[in-house]
């Protein structure tokens, strides 16, 4: 029989009851809906809307309940709809006519938009936690391999020289953001819509404050009518959880050219690569290519939501019902995302020569040599001309420049003297990028520094929720 089943003459049609369901995937709120309940039954004992011994009944029958999901002896059956349905029906069965005065100034719009939230709040601190790993393990790295020195790219072309560690500091940065903008989306949601009702709020004497207490949310939602058709929450995690896979996105794409015998900068573990079924010698980067491939996921379900929210009138719709599983999937994808990524990170290995090898060749320190003329006088756009004609004659030549002498530098211009030979040397052009924020290994050190304190205020941050 279904709890709302008064004013019908007529059984749903059962392509309706599984077209309609949620129960499949709303499963997984049961704890957060039995939280949310036991609260709920509390808080109407407390301002005398239900009796003590009423409440006591609900609150005991809720825990079992919960216990029985948990431990698998909970019978699910399609025709509840969803979860919420599903507890309320089981604990009347269980504990009688108390049991149905569990929903007393409650609608299931309200129950299950503070259900999501609860579920959220705890799943961005879960995401947040493995997101430190991930920047703890980076910096790590980066410590370790202070010496290396590499091409740094524009267009995919060699550019400048720069420390290997410089370039694992810029993504540190990158998902320092992204927890930032978890630590946000957190708070934008660390509202509370129960006691909302359907849309319009109850004439019942509630105590909306202990509620939001109980549950551990900041405040309570100002408008009724915005809270039980409120998703905004939704589509903040899934933007930021999107901005964070396009960083891991990116990362990969570069382990993926860097693993390539063309580039041969760095060596992925074989327990982070698979073999081929045909070509004995293939040793893939299908991890890091997976992951590339699963931001597509994330960015679909921010589509998704988007969409479904576009058109939607006041209040609740049940449309919104299809905010669960692009949101259970955004979560799972981005939490299974950092953990498989992490331990890729963890076990990769840089190739020391072969990253400065590529540094020495290609003319990186063009813009140190131009640097270098400035310095002797020269204004930045004649240096740039003088070192463009050298770079050419050198091409003609085949050589690179540490293979020219100062005799031939001079025939380029006459302000070149021995100093030269030091300042084309890629450490040499590493080491004077002095600038805040540069790739010098004292400027780096700085970003570990800066690093080390970030990490501390974001656990400090997730031990204080
Ligand atoms: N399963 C529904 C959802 O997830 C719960 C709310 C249903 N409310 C309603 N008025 N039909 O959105």
């Known amino acids: 029989m279904k709890l709302w089943g008064g004013r019908f003459k007529k059984k749903t049609d059962e392509l309706v009851e599984e077209y309609t369901a949620s129960l499949s995937f709303d499963c997984r709120l049961y704890k957060c809906d039995v939280q949310g309940s036991i609260a709920h039954a509390n808080m109407l004992a407390r301002c005398g809307i239900i009796s003590r011994d009423e409440a006591s009944k609900i609150v005991n029958g809720l825990r079992e309940i919960g216990r029985d999901i948990k431990g698998g002896k909970f019978s699910f059956d399609i025709a509840d709809e969803d979860i919420h349905m599903a507890i309320e029906r089981t604990l009347i069965e269980k504990i009688g006519p108390a049991g149905g005065k569990l929903h007393t100034a409650r609608s299931r719009n309200d129950q299950v938009a503070t259900d999501l939230r609860l579920f959220l709040k705890d799943e961005i601190l879960t995401t947040g936690n493995l997101l430190v790993e991930l920047q703890r393990i980076l910096l790590d790295l980066a410590e370790e391999n202070i010496g290396i020195v590499m091409p740094g790219y524009t267009h995919l072309q060699r550019a400048q020289p720069m420390l290997f560690s410089h370039y694992l500091m810029a993504y540190f940065f990158m998902f320092q953001r992204d927890f930032k903008r978890l630590k946000c989306c957190y708070k934008w949601m660390d509202s509370m819509p129960l006691g909302s009702g359907a849309l319009a709020g109850t004439s019942f004497p509630i105590d909306r404050e202990f509620v939001a207490k109980e549950l551990g949310f900041y405040k309570v939602s100002e408008n009724s009518l915005d809270a ?94 299809e905010d669960k599983e692009a949101l259970f999937d955004a979560v799972d994808t981005t939490k299974m995302t950092l953990k498989v990524f992490t331990g890729m990170l963890a076990s990769l290995k840089p190739k020391p020569e072969k990253m400065k090898m590529a540094a020495e060749e290609g003319y990186l320190v063009a813009t140190d040599v131009a640097d270098y003329l400035v310095r002797k006088g020269l204004p930045f756009r004649e240096a740039h001309e003088v070192v463009g004609k050298m770079v050419n004659f050198c091409l003609k030549r085949g050589c690179q420049f540490d293979q020219l002498e100062l005799k031939d530098y001079r025939r380029f211009s006459p302000h070149f003297d021995e100093g030269i030979f030091e300042v084309i040397r890629v450490e040499n052009s590493v080491e004077s990028k002095v600038s805040q924020g540069g790739t010098s290994p004292d400027r780096v050190r700085e970003q570990f520094g800066i690093a080390t304190k970030v990490i501390a205020d974001e656990e400090k941050w997730l031990r204080n929720h």
């Open 228 to 321: 039980v058709s409120d998703r905004d929450f939704v589509i903040d995690f899934l933007a930021v959880a999107s901005l964070l896979m396009v960083h891991l996105s990116r990362f990969c794409e570069e382990l993926v050219l860097w693993s390539t015998e063309e580039f041969d900068f760095i060596e992925l573990d074989e327990a982070y690569t698979t073999g081929s079924s045909i070509m004995p010698q293939k040793k893939n980067p299908d991890v890091a290519e997976l992951i590339r491939g699963k931001s597509g996921r994330v960015f679909g379900r921010l589509m998704s939501m988007l969409t479904v929210l576009k058109g939607l009138p006041l209040a609740y719709n049940r449309d919104l019902q």
